[in-house]
Each structure stands twice: as C-alpha cells, then as structure tokens.
Nanobody, 125 residues
Framework: QVQLVESGGGLVQAGGSLRLSCAAS????????TGWFRQAPGKEREFVVA????????SYADSVKGRFTISRDNAKNTVYLQMNSLSPEDTAIYYC??????????????????WGQGTQVTVSA
C-alpha cells in the first residue's frame, strides 16, 4: 500500500505557472505508475497526465499538451507536475494517483488503486 500527499496548489493569474508535487510513502514508489487527474466544480474527474514507473513513458491529455510536464524522482518518492500557461479552464482540484498493475499507467481513473487528498488550483482571469 502507498500513501500519497499532493502539494503546491494555489491561486495564480492566467498565464502563470505552478508546480505540483505528489509525495509517496509506504511501499516502494517506483513500483507504481502515477497519474494526475483533476476535477472542476460540477464536472467529472478527468485525466491530465500519467507517467510510467521508471519515468520514461508519459501520456498527456490533449488539453494540457505543450503546457504541462510530468516528471518523477523515485529516489525522493515524488512525482511533479509543472504547469505553465495556465488558464481559468485549468481551475480544479488536482489529484495524484498510483497504479499498481500497469507499467505506464492509464487515463482511466477507475484503474488507479491509491489516491491523494487533492490540492486546489485556481487560475484567475
């Protein structure tokens, strides 16, 4: 089992940047592919990006390609999400999740076994 804690959210103006972190504890973090999802008020949770256990494979939602970058440091048990050129449409609670059975992760939230509590990202116009 692994525990996940997100941090780095906050309020930023449109065009700005934020860097989210997802810190893991428990089992060896390199055993899990990791994904970021987000949920805006009144909307379903949506896939943002996933990274493989080793960090060499990434998959991005079209809405964030070219603006967001995921990376991981398994020595620090942490996954990062660098978000640039933020827009109000990026406002949401951002969650990281760990996938135990797929090497590269998935865009399907129901396939992730472990979730963090989320961190709020608010982008003002």
């Amino acid at each position: 089992q692994v525990q996940l804690v997100e941090s780095g959210g906050g309020l930023v103006q449109a065009g700005g940047s934020l860097r989210l972190s997802c810190a893991a504890s428990g089992r060896t973090f390199s055993m899990y592919a990791t994904g970021w999802f987000r949920q805006a008020p009144g909307k379903e949770r949506e896939f943002v990006v996933a990274i493989s256990r080793g960090g060499g494979i990434t998959s991005y939602a079209d809405s964030v390609k070219g603006r967001f970058t995921i990376s991981r440091d398994n020595a620090k048990n942490t996954v990062y999400l660098q978000m640039n050129s933020l827009s109000p449409e990026d406002t949401a609670i951002y969650y990281c999740a760990a996938h135990a059975t797929s090497y590269s992760g998935s865009s399907r939230a129901d396939e992730y076994e472990y979730w963090g509590q989320g961190t709020q990202v608010t982008v003002s116009a």
